[in-house]
């Protein structure tokens, strides 16, 4: 079983920066595939970014140039650094892993966290 537990969302002014993350519990393999997600209300959830074991990233159009996905594989935290942040951007973040699926945005995770709320005001 693996446990996620988000943490660092907030308020911010438009154009501030934020640093999520997600702190995994339990067995995590070298291959794994996590991601960052969102939903706002009344929209539907929304792929952010993507991260393998191997390193490799995927991000949404829309964060690109703007948030950085990383990972500390031993202290198994992921990471979502998130700059240049808009009103947009508000909406309910969650993390996910699974073993399986490859890298990507669909939402097609085993695993997933609580969440923690970002807020961008104008």
């Known amino acids: 079983q693996v446990q996620l537990v988000e943490s660092g969302g907030g308020s911010v002014q438009s154009g501030g920066s934020l640093r999520l993350s997600c702190a995994a519990y339990?067995?995590?393999?070298?291959?794994?595939?996590m991601g960052w997600f969102r939903q706002a209300p009344g929209k539907e959830r929304e792929g952010v970014a993507a991260i393998g074991g191997d390193g490799s990233t995927s991000y949404a159009d829309s964060v690109k140039g703007r948030f950085t996905i990383s990972a500390d594989n031993y202290k198994k935290i992921l990471y979502l650094q998130m700059n240049s942040l808009k009103p947009e951007d508000t909406a309910m973040y969650y993390c996910a892993y699974d073993l399986r699926g490859g890298l990507q945005l669909r939402g097609d995770y085993s695993y997933w966290g609580q969440g923690t709320q970002v807020t961008v005001s104008s």
């Open positions: 339990g067995y995590i393999y070298s291959y794994y595939y």
